[in-house]
C-alpha cells in the first residue's frame, strides 16, 4: 500500500476499474480454455474416426456391387438391406438371444436367401484363406470371422430361412482366391449376381416359396443398434471382454474425448470484488488533496 499510489490516483483507479477488468480477464481466460479444449476434442475424435474408417473403403466398394446386383435384377425381384433405411453401421448388439456383440459388414437379403457379406479390403489371400498384414501378423481365415454371425442370423429367421457367408474382397485378383476352404470367397460384382441367381433357381426347382425380404428385414431391424455411434460401442465391447492394441486404443481415447467434454462442462468461478465505496471516496480524496495543495504552493511561489 505505497502512500504515492493513493497521492497520484493510482489507487483510484484499481478500486474504480479493477472489478471490470477482472471480469472481462477471466471471461477471456475462460474462453480461451474452452476453445483449447474444443480443439483437443476434435483432435480425439479425428483419430477414433480414422479406427472406425478403416475397411471402409473396400465396404464403400461392396456396397455398389450390391446395387449393381439389385439393379440388374429389375424391379420384379424383391431385396433389402439395412441401407434401405439409413443404417450405416450394422450391429447387432448383446441381447436376450446372444451376449455378444456382433458387427456386420453388410446384408443383402433376397428372396432366395440371406447373404451376410464379410467384406476385407486385403490384396492378397493364403492358401488357408487368412491374411498378413502389414506388420507381419497373420489374421484369421475372413470365413471364420463369420460363424458366430452367421449363428445368430439363422437364430433369428429360423431353419426356414437359408443364411449363406459370403467373403467379399474387392481389392483381390480371382486367380489368387482359394477354391479349397469350403466357403464362398467372391471378388466383384459378377460373382455375387451368379450366387444369388444360382441361389434363385435352386429354389425355384425345388419348389420352395420365395421369401419376402421386406419381411425379414423388418425382423432384422429390431435386433440392429440404431445409436448414431454403434460401431464405437461395439468396439468399446471388444475393448472390454477381447483387449487388443486397436480395440484398446480406441477405449483409450474415448475415455480421453470423455475428459476433455467433462472438462468443457466446468466453467472457472468468475469471483468479482465488489467495489468498496467507502475506499474509492478516500481514494478520490487524496488526488484532490493533493492537486489543491499543489495549486496552493504554485500560487502563494507565483505571488
Known amino acids: 500500500m505505497s502512500p504515492l499510489r493513493w497521492v497520484l490516483g493510482v489507487q483510484l483507479v484499481i478500486e474504480w476499474l479493477f472489478p471490470k477488468l477482472h471480469l472481462a480477464l477471466a471471461s477471456r481466460v475462460d474462453a480461451v480454455r474452452l476453445k483449447a479444449l474444443q480443439l483437443k476434442k476434435e483432435a480425439v475424435a479425428s483419430r477414433i474416426d480414422a479406427h472406425l474408417g478403416r475397411g471402409g473403403a473396400a465396404e464403400a466398394v461392396v456396397s455398389t456391387y450390391i446395387e ?116 464362398t470367397y467372391l471378388t466383384g460384382p459378377a460373382d455375387l449376381s451368379l450366387t444369388f441367381r ?31 455411434q454403434a460401431k464405437l460401442h461395439h468396439l468399446l465391447w471388444l475393448a472390454e471382454r477381447y483387449p487388443g492394441d486397436g480395440r484398446t486404443q480406441v477405449k483409450e481415447l474415448f475415455d480421453q474425448l470423455l475428459d476433455l467434454e467433462r472438462q468443457a462442462g466446468v466453467r472457472l468461478p468468475l469471483v468479482v470484488r465488489p467495489r468498496r465505496h467507502l475506499v474509492i471516496a478516500i481514494a478520490a480524496l487524496f488526488p484532490v488533496a493533493t492537486a489543491a495543495y499543489a495549486a496552493m504552493w504554485v500560487r502563494q511561489l507565483l505571488g
Not at 83 to 96: F, H, K, R, T, Y
Not at 111 to 122: H, I, M, R, S
Not at 154 to 174: K, Q
Open 68 to 183: 449393381d446386383v439389385r439393379s440388374a435384377a429389375g424391379t420384379g425381384i424383391l431385396t433389402w438391406r439395412p441401407a434401405d433405411q439409413g443404417v450405416q453401421s450394422i450391429v447387432m448388439p448383446p441381447s436376450l438371444r446372444c451376449d455378444s456383440s456382433h458387427e456386420l459388414d453388410d446384408v443383402f437379403i433376397t428372396c432366395a436367401g440371406v447373404y451376410l457379406l464379410e467384406v476385407k479390403g486385403w490384396r492378397d489371400v493364403r492358401p488357408n484363406g487368412g491374411h498378413q498384414a502389414q506388420d507381419g501378423t497373420e489374421l484369421d481365415p475372413a470365413h471364420h470371422q463369420s460363424i458366430a454371425k452367421v449363428r445368430r442370423l439363422r437364430d433369428l429367421f429360423g431353419p426356414d430361412v437359408p443364411v449363406h457367408s459370403l467373403v467379399m474382397l474387392p481389392n483381390v485378383a480371382p486367380a489368387q482366391l482359394p477354391w479349397d476352404l469350403g466357403a
Open 198 to 228: 444360382a441361389h434363385f433357381h435352386a429354389r425355384r426347382l425345388a419348389g420352395l416359396p420365395m421369401l419376402d425380404p421386406l419381411c425379414l428385414g423388418s425382423q432384422l431391424m429390431p435386433e440392429l443398434d440404431g445409436r448414431p
